[in-house]
């Protein structure tokens, strides 16, 4: 598997990153197993988490399994931090909130650093000189390596890299990655925070390049009985990619497939990946046989007609 740098730093990952939002709820510790070990049999190594995964139990699960399906050393790990659901406001990027759940996602994880911390949200409610100190502090006590960010505004993420920047002689880490919604269905990040991204010398992480398993082209014809819009805490998160627009895209998705002889899982994954500073792709496969539908897509590369008319035919509205 192919490995890229994110921004200017010296971490390179894996262009598919394996996302673990569901471990612990949709997909059980063995199914889990079975998906990492797969993953770094293919050369993939980047391994995505966050603390409110699942109420922490994807956490849990990945750092058993960094002890019992494989190596520690033979992968980068990333986790988030930020949100808060359970406190009096909903996000919390404060000194006591970032350093106290870090505390919280190395014991759950049973490692003693992050590779790749990640602010899940921007918090109003704290300087972003107090939260960008406090994540200084965690790479300077050895706990994390990098820093990078969740879907933030271009604005918010200019915000944050400009002071790293500024900083630098004094010891401020920059920041090396941001993450995104981006697919076929949702390029609204091309207008304003992939832009932001490269020019602040950070990579994108795009996660749910599939379209939230829309653009697999599974529900073609219907809901499958099997599918994540058919779990009742899952479908209100694919149903808005069900709309006529949505429709149009999947269509010119499965028409460059026949053409080119692959499947539409592949043809809409390589058309993200290959994107302008996309460092990454998260996928989250519920089972081993989508990870390795996912696997087999590693060496789809499409033309440059394919690129451009799948471009003409999402480019609007943004979704």
């Not at 379209?211 to 994540?228: E, F, I, Q, W």
Request: aromatic share 6%; hydrophobic share 40%.
């Amino acid at each position: 598997m192919e490995q890229r740098r994110l921004g200017g730093s010296g971490l390179w990952v894996s262009r598919t990153a394996l996302g673990t939002m569901t471990w612990g709820k949709d997909v059980e510790e063995s199914e889990a197993a079975d998906q990492l070990t797969a993953f770094v049999d293919a050369g993939g190594t980047f391994i995505d988490t966050a603390d409110i995964y699942t109420g922490g139990q994807s956490e849990r699960i990945v750092g058993r399994l960094l002890r019992t399906a494989i190596r520690r050393e033979d992968v980068i790990l990333a986790t988030k931090v930020g949100h808060t659901p359970e406190g009096n406001r909903p996000f919390d990027t404060s000194r006591r909130h970032l350093l106290a759940s870090l505390e919280a996602s190395l014991r759950r994880l049973q490692v003693d650093h992050i590779d790749l911390w990640q602010l899940h949200v921007y918090d109003p409610g704290t300087p972003a000189e107090e939260t960008l100190a406090a994540a200084d502090a965690a790479v300077a006590a050895g706990k994390v390596r990098y820093i990078g960010v969740g879907h933030l505004t271009g604005w918010q993420l200019a915000t944050y890299a400009t002071w790293q920047r500024a900083g630098q002689a004094m010891g401020r880490c920059p920041i090396v990655s941001t993450g995104a919604e981006y697919s076929l269905l949702n390029r609204r990040v091309e207008a304003d925070l992939l832009p932001a991204a490269d020019d602040c010398g950070a990579s994108a992480i795009a996660w749910s390049p599939l379209g939230r398993g829309v653009l697999t082209a599974k529900y073609r014809n219907g809901v499958p009985s099997d599918s994540r819009a058919a779990l009742p805490h899952m479908a209100p998160y694919v149903e808005p990619y069900f709309d006529e627009r949505s429709r149009g895209v999947v269509e010119s998705v499965c028409t460059a497939a026949e053409g080119l002889g692959v499947s539409p899982l592949a043809v809409a994954l390589s058309w993200v990946r290959d994107q302008p500073n996309v460092a990454a792709t998260t996928v989250g496969p519920r089972t081993a046989s989508q990870l390795g539908d996912i696997l087999a897509a590693e060496n789809v590369v499409l033309p440059r007609e394919i690129r451009e008319a799948l471009h003409d035919a999402s480019a609007a509205p943004l979704h």
